[in-house]
């Protein structure tokens, strides 16, 4: 099975959630969409992503064609990996950081008002 979901034209089909699949399938040409419909009716069987699909399919039928774009191009779904600096040893094993003594009342170098 999971051969099948390796060879659909938009990768990690099955984790986008519909708006997503809505711009995606716009790339997609009517044969790559028959593809998606099939697996998504033995699958899933959502039907406001069936419905998306069987529309976008009567558009194509009717003479549309796939919009520009890459449907495994960028992701928002998905965070960015983080950037920065590694953490080197000295900073992994340091000390926790205390937080400041404004607002605590069992601190006695706090000024009472």
Same mark, same amino acid.
């Given at each position: 099975m999971s051969s099948e979901r390796d060879q659909l034209a938009i990768?990690?089909?099955?984790?986008l959630p519909v708006a997503s699949l809505t711009s995606r399938i716009r790339t997609l040409d009517a044969d790559a969409?028959?593809?998606?419909?099939?697996?998504e009716e033995q699958h899933g069987a959502r039907e406001p992503v069936? /419905?998306?699909m069987r529309a976008r399919a009567d558009e194509l039928a009717a003479g549309a064609t796939p919009s520009g774009g890459d449907p495994a191009g960028a992701q928002p779904e998905h965070a960015p990996a983080p950037t920065g600096p590694a953490l080197s040893p000295s900073t992994t094993n340091a000390p926790p950081i205390n937080p400041p003594s404004q607002g605590d009342p /069992?601190?006695?170098?706090?000024?009472?008002?």
């Open positions: 990768p990690d089909y099955d984790h969409l028959a593809g998606l419909i099939s697996y069936l /419905t998306i /069992t601190n006695p170098a706090q000024p009472r008002g």
